[in-house]
């Protein structure tokens, strides 16, 4: 029990911030019996086996010790490697990459560098509701563009519109494939975008953790166009099965990454030796599990689009990560919340509701595909009755 009073000692905008809303749906969730959770962003894989070999030959090698703060130089040039490799990336593994505690540190990091009071962070909405509350405790205002009316695309009009209205904003944060939507850029669409940012002094935070879950053609990274102003964001959890591991990077222009390398260092000093080794057999030599995770999520994806527009919710095919954003058919009268939780009491099915995601997710239910072909058509058949 805290003193009385003693509270207070917190600071007022973090007691007043909500924690992660989709994970405090799925606490609640959680405690339904027999329920059916479609809610996390969890992959349905383990790790490949190399991957904990290298963790297993880290411990044994006894790197307990502190790594350097930008990581070990493995990592850093598994990172750089990935990025050429993939997505035609040029970065310096010494001075361009720096090794984090996930993805989710890599955002933290990143936007805790750039953002300060008064500021103003720019992101098409719906959005992973995490930039919002890391712009609340950096003091700036979250300024959400919205995507209803275009398929959740970010249009070089909507994005003009929103810097002549925001000459505060510093940044924008760009998630594609998209978190809640599966909304992915083509290479014409993020040179339209890149023109309309390179006349400004704007950065670009371009959170690519779900890149290597495209199922339409090929992912392209914004900084293959915009170098200068791009700080991207990847990791090893949706790509390798690796969310518990807690490995992430950074990739940008060594002037910045030399200051996002503070933060990191006073939040975390460097991130663990094992799970780095893990992740650097994960980026080399871990291919085929990610094409092998791809390939079942598209099966997956190609079996639910037209089965839930057979029960009645519109969905658009999502180009790539791994979740369903399914629009509330018009009779359910009610916000998603209450469906959400009509959905998990009733039909014991666990979904998340769209408002997580920000005002632009109202009427929308998502759904994670990261589960096995029996729990999907189980809840399907669990929906389909219940709808009936
Ligand atoms: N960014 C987005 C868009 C996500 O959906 C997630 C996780 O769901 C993360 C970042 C965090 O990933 P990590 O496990 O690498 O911290």
Not at 72 to 81: G, V, Y
Not at 245 to 259: C, E, K, N, T, W
Not at 357 to 370: K, Q, T
């Amino acid at each position: 029990e805290l003193k009385e009073g003693v509270i207070n000692s917190v600071r007022s905008d973090v007691r007043n911030i909500t924690t992660n809303k989709i994970r405090a749906v799925d606490m609640e969730f959680r405690k339904i019996d027999g329920l059916l959770r479609l809610t996390l962003g969890e992959p349905d894989f383990n790790a490949p086996e190399l991957v904990k070999k290298a963790m297993i030959k880290s411990i044994e090698d006894n790197e307990s010790h502190y790594s350097t703060a930008r990581g070990s130089i493995e990592f850093l040039k598994a990172a750089a490697d990935f990025l050429k490799r993939n997505y035609d990336l040029n970065y310096d593994p010494r001075t361009e990459i720096l090794s984090t505690v996930g993805s989710t540190e890599a955002i933290f990091s990143s936007l805790s560098t750039i953002l300060e009071e008064g500021d103003e962070l720019l992101a098409p909405s719906p959005a992973y509701p995490l930039y919002e509350q890391l712009a609340h405790v950096n003091h700036t205002k979250m300024v959400y563009i919205p995507t209803n009316d275009t398929n959740f695309v970010l249009t070089p009009s909507k994005l003009q519109n929103a810097i002549e209205q925001h000459p505060r904003a510093k940044a924008i944060v760009l998630t594609y494939p998209n978190n809640p939507t599966g909304v992915d850029y083509s290479v014409e669409q993020l040179k339209e975008l890149a023109t309309v940012i390179a006349k400004t002094n704007l950065l670009v935070v371009s959170d690519e953790i779900y890149s290597t879950l495209n199922y339409v053609g090929k992912h392209v990274s914004i900084a293959s166009l915009l170098p200068e102003q791009t700080i991207v964001l990847n990791g090893v959890s949706k790509s390798h099965a690796m969310t518990g591991d807690r490995i992430g990077f950074v990739a940008a222009p060594r002037d910045l990454i030399s200051q996002i390398v503070k933060i990191h260092q006073f939040a975390i000093t460097a991130v663990s030796n094992p799970a780095m080794a893990g992740a650097v057999a994960a980026l080399n030599q871990g291919d085929a599990l990610t094409e092998k995770m791809r390939q079942e999520y598209m099966k997956r994806r190609n079996y639910l689009i037209p089965e839930f527009k057979k029960i009645g919710f519109d969905v658009a095919a999502p180009d790539g990560a791994f979740y369903l954003f399914l629009k509330i058919p018009a009779d359910q009268n009610q916000d998603d919340f209450a469906f959400a939780r009509e959905l998990a009491h009733k039909a014991l099915v666990g979904l998340i509701p769209g408002s997580c995601f920000g005002p632009g997710g109202e009427g929308y239910l998502r759904l994670s595909y990261a589960a096995s072909e029996e729990t999907l058509h189980e809840a399907l058949r669990r929906l389909q009755n219940y709808l009936a």
